[in-house]
C-alpha cells in the first residue's frame, strides 16, 4: 500500500461544475497536509494546506480533512478550463520525518468548456 | 522578489557525461530538497539538506551525487552511473522543519540525453 493514494484520472468535468479531488493516507500520525497544482511541464506550486479536522476555504478552493478516516480532500467551485492541471496530494508525517514531504502521484484534472 | 532559481531549463547529456544541475535560494530556507518526475509519475525524492554541509539520501540517489556548501546553493550532478537520466528535475526549499510547512519549487531543469 502507497502511503499517499490519489486516483490518477483524469477526472473531467464540466466548466462552472464543482471538482472534487481525494487522497487517502497510511499513517495514521500524519500531521500536515498540502495541495499542490502542476501544470503540464511546469513546477508544482501550493495551493492549499490544512493542519486539523474540518473545513478550510480559500476562494474557490476548499480543502477537508478527516483524519480519523484517513483522507483529505479539495474542492474546486466553479471550475475553470484554467484549473485544468495535475493536482498533488502531500503529507507531513512530524515527528523525525518533519523535513520532508510524502507525495502522491496526482490526480489530473480536465475542465471541459 | 525572492525564490529558487533552477539552471539550466534544458540540458542535455551524452552518454558517459555528468552534468550539474544549479539550484539557488534567496529564501533564507534551511532545508533543500531534488526530485525527479518522469512523464506521468509523482515526485521522487534524490537528495535532501537540512543545513549547510550536511545532506541526506533519498529514494533514488543511486548514480546522482550533491553538495551543500552555502545555504543558499544545493546542486545536483547527474553522473555516469545514472543510467536512465532522462526527466524533470525539480529543486524545492523549505524554511525548516514544523509540520506546517510546504515546499517552495524552482521551475525545474528538464534533462534529455542524446
Known amino acids: 500500500q502507497k502511503e499517499v493514494e490519489q486516483n490518477s484520472g483524469p477526472l473531467s468535468v464540466p466548466e462552472g461544475a464543482i471538482a472534487s479531488l481525494n487522497c487517502t493516507y497510511s499513517?495514521?500520525?500524519?500531521?500536515?497536509f498540502f495541495w499542490y497544482r502542476q501544470y503540464s511541464g511546469k513546477s508544482p506550486e501550493l495551493i492549499m494546506s490544512i493542519y486539523s479536522n474540518g473545513d478550510k476555504e480559500d476562494g474557490r478552493f476548499t480543502a477537508q480533512l478527516n483524519k480519523a478516516s484517513q483522507y483529505v480532500s479539495l474542492l474546486i467551485r466553479d471550475s475553470q478550463p484554467s484549473d485544468s492541471a495535475t493536482y498533488l496530494c502531500a503529507i507531513n508525517r512530524g515527528g523525525d520525518s518533519n523535513y520532508q514531504l510524502i507525495w502522491g502521484a496526482g490526480t489530473k484534472l480536465i475542465i471541459k468548456p | 522578489d525572492g525564490g529558487i532559481t533552477q539552471s539550466p531549463k534544458y540540458l542535455f547529456r551524452k552518454e558517459g557525461q555528468n552534468v550539474t544541475l544549479s539550484c539557488e535560494q534567496n529564501?533564507?530556507?534551511?532545508?533543500m530538497y531534488w526530485y525527479r518526475q518522469d512523464p506521468g509519475q509523482g515526485l521522487r525524492l534524490i537528495y535532501y539538506?537540512?543545513?549547510?554541509?550536511?545532506?541526506q539520501k533519498g529514494d533514488i540517489a543511486e548514480g546522482y551525487s550533491v553538495s551543500r556548501e552555502k545555504k543558499e546553493s544545493f546542486p545536483l550532478t547527474v553522473t555516469s552511473a545514472q543510467k536512465n537520466p532522462t526527466a524533470f528535475y525539480l529543486c524545492a526549499s523549505s524554511i525548516g522543519p514544523g509540520i506546517q510547512y510546504g515546499y517552495t519549487f524552482g521551475s525545474g531543469t528538464r534533462l534529455t540525453v542524446v
Open positions: 499513517d495514521r500520525g500524519s500531521q500536515s
Open positions: 539538506s537540512q543545513i549547510v554541509n550536511d545532506f
Open positions: 529564501l533564507n530556507h534551511d532545508a
